[in-house]
């Protein structure tokens, strides 16, 4: 089945440093999109990529949409403590019966240190 | 706008038993999608539903269930509870076929 290779596992940085994460897969995927979870809490969504190439940013985040539609990246500038959280990428396919489901990575926790 | 709202927000169970959770969905979506997240990993999908009816399922056994109201409410069910099922279950919404999806806080359910 469809699969998302998710790096880092995990990250511990500085406060003011920039983090960069990524997602690769063996599929093709019509939507790349980047949630951030909360311990307790649902997945919230950061940003949503469209087209192969698109470039978003969100702020201090900026994203991107693999040429191949098999990869994206999150990076986030500047960390604060707040940014400290699990952040999984998703792609979005089409599945049978016409409808969409949604793919995760495993995730990528994120550690800041004041 | 109202968001995606589930409950109970936790829940124990015994091996066996049965269990439904609730979701409603946030205002103007008409697609609910359920999942399920083990410990540690990535959300897993169960299933969709889009005008009160089940249009795409994940590897879950059948006693996996849901429902979708008119007003694109939705439950899971779980029948035949195993210990394996612990997780936290979170519901989606979404317009179809536009944006992201948005998620509930889910409910965290233990069984023992």
């Known amino acids: 089945g469809q699969q998302l290779n998710q790096s880092p596992q995990s990250m511990f940085i500085q406060e003011g440093e920039d983090v960069s994460m990524n997602c690769t897969s063996s599929?093709?995927?019509?939507?790349w999109l980047w949630y951030k979870q909360d311990p307790g809490e649902g997945p919230v969504l950061l940003i949503a990529?469209?087209?192969?190439?698109e470039l978003t940013s969100n702020g201090r985040l900026t994203a991107q949409f693999g040429i191949t539609r098999k990869d994206s990246f999150l990076n986030i500038s500047a960390s604060i403590p707040s940014d400290v959280g699990i952040y999984f990428c998703?792609?979005?396919?089409?599945?049978?019966?016409?409808?969409?489901?949604?793919?995760f990575g495993k995730g990528t926790k994120l550690t800041v240190n004041p | 706008e109202t968001g995606v709202t589930q409950s109970p927000t936790h829940l124990i169970k015994t091996r066996g038993q049965q269990v439904t959770l609730r979701c409603s969905s946030q205002?103007?979506?008409?697609?609910v999608s359920w999942y399920q997240q083990a410990l540690g990993q990535g959300p897993q999908f169960i299933f969709q539903?889009?005008?009160?009816?089940?249009?795409g399922r994940g590897n879950f056994p059948p006693r996996f269930s849901g429902l979708q109201f008119p007003n694109y409410s939705s439950e899971l069910n779980v029948n035949a509870l195993e210990l394996d099922d612990s997780a936290l279950y979170l519901c989606?919404?979404?317009?179809?076929?536009?944006?992201?999806?948005?998620f509930g806080s889910g409910t965290r359910l233990t069984v023992v």
């Open positions: 998703a792609g979005r396919t089409l599945y049978q019966g016409g409808s969409e489901k949604l793919v």
């Open positions: 599929s093709i995927f019509n939507t």
């Open positions: 205002s103007g979506h008409n697609t």
């Open positions: 990529l469209y087209k192969a190439g």
């Open positions: 989606a919404s979404s317009r179809s076929g536009l944006d992201g999806y948005t």
């Open positions: 539903y889009y005008r009160e009816e089940e249009n």
